[in-house]
């Protein structure tokens, strides 16, 4: 499958945390601990906000990120308060730019590590459910990409957490139509450019790897000798498949079947309960 990583907080550099960690993203596209492949070399994407666009910038390959020159180029000079990245093994979908995350539209970013199990017998009905007005924008074949137009076909622009839940719970009842006992695998993050919303959640309740980075003030008293924890604010966050190092105290499990919010201020962490909208 995939792995990712949201980033928001002081303006870093992407190189920051793209490259520097010892077991970076780019370390877990060829020695992945925690993913279901050690390598994760079928594309990547990155995403940011500039200071005075609402709509992200992307950058999106479909070679591996190890070894990709413009990736390495642009992380030393592009600087933002919020990054997404994505390192892709494909799940059986073709290798191509519009295939990797993570997806844009409008102002909103997404990217996904799981899979709809069966999604070649529930796609047509899936696809039949995403409002006309955005048929037309969904460029690629993946089922993250579907999930996604789900997503903002049941309101993503009013309501994240409920909209996710819709395409979640529909994702399911239509899968249960085609006899597929458990039809979604899903950890997802999704951004307007302000807030993160990260979903971890499974139909067999066995979810893919999440973690988020402990609060920087908690970090500080732990590692008061740490240059980077002394240069970020009070409020930065990662959220990771999987922890990008082994620094002690910086890393905690998403607990399963829940999401949670990344915004100024505090911080939440909620349950997560799909439903199926009766209009679908």
Known sequence: ????????????????????????????????????????????????????????????????????????????????????AHIRASTGTAVQQSN??????????????????????????????????????IEGTTDS??????????????DPPAAVAAMAGVVERVGRDHGVEFPL??????????HIWAFRYSSA????????????EALRRLHPDLAFLREVSDETRLIVSEPLGDLPGAWNEVPENSYGVVRPGSDELHRFVPFAPTAA
């Open 145 to 158: 990409e579907v999930m996604f137009f789900l997503a903002l076909t049941f309101g993503l622009d009013r």
């Open 205 to 216: 309740g066995a979810s893919r790897s999440l973690f988020y980075s402990s609060q920087v």
């Open 100 to 137: 990797c995350h993570p997806f844009r539209h409008g102002r909103w970013m997404f990217m996904h590590n799981g899979a709809i199990d069966g999604f070649r017998l529930m796609r047509r009905d899936l696809v039949m459910l995403v409002d006309p007005e955005l048929y037309a924008d």
């Open 1 to 84: 499958m995939c792995r990712w990583l949201a980033y928001r907080g002081t303006p870093v550099l992407l190189d920051t945390i793209l490259y520097r960690p010892a077991h970076s993203l780019i370390d877990q596209s060829l020695h992945s601990k925690l993913g279901v492949e050690t390598t994760n070399g079928d594309g990547f994407g990155v995403g940011w906000y500039s200071a005075h666009d609402e709509t992200p910038a992307l950058l999106r390959d479909v070679g591996p990120a190890w070894n990709n020159r413009n990736l390495r180029e642009l992380a030393d000079h592009v600087r933002s308060s919020l990054f997404f």
């Open 185 to 194: 695998q899903m950890t997802l993050a999704l951004t307007e450019g302000e």
